[in-house]
């Protein structure tokens, strides 16, 4: 069973290692523990969030749901770029969902065996597929597996929220002063997406 990044004890720890998780504790409480189910789709999903709108990467997620007879790796590869363009889903992102969905049929990556691995090797064999970077590892450790210690530098929102809520500014400094953090990394980044939806009135994600 996965241990949740959102849990009281941890909160605790975390709010007493930095003033910053004090006050969006004060402001907006805790954060959701937000989670994903492992596996293909929920990799698919995180991979078409990539660079745009969740509310978009929604949309375009839904609609290529709704086309699908199923959602699956032989179905993924049974669409056209035609039909792929129908669902919104762009020439870049078609082509990493198609490699995605081959290197699953190949059996070069088997997503439930993921959570026997160390975040090393888990992180090896995602990112040795065309598309899967640092950024949407790091989504699927914290989302789908529950990593507790993943800081997701190349999230644009939580690298603001520190900027604003700290000396911090650059990508270096932001990544030093989370080192102050472990081992609950991915329990802050939780509290900056948190502050980042609450001050804009944005639902969860």
Known sequence: MLIKIVNQKDIQQLLKTDPLFAHIYDKYGAPPNW????????????????????????????????????????????????????????????????????AILNKDIDLFGLPQLNEFEIRKQLTQIKGIG???????????????????????????????LSEAKTKEEISLLAEKWKPFRSLAAYFFWHYYLKKRNRPSV
């Not at 640092?134 to 999230?155: H, V």
């Open 35 to 102: 989670a994903r189910p492992q596996g293909f789709i929920s990799l698919c999903k995180i991979i078409l969030e990539q660079q745009v709108s969740l509310a978009s990467a929604n949309a375009h997620f839904l609609k290529l749901s709704n086309y699908l007879p199923e959602f699956t790796p032989s179905e993924i590869l049974k669409l056209t770029d035609v039909e792929m363009r129908n669902c919104q889903i762009s020439r870049q992102k078609s082509k990493y969902l198609r490699a995605l969905s081959t």
């Open 134 to 164: 640092n950024w949407t590892t790091d989504i699927y450790l914290m989302f789908c597996l529950q990593s507790k210690d993943i800081f997701p530098i190349g999230d644009i929102a939580v690298v603001n929220t520190v900027k604003e």
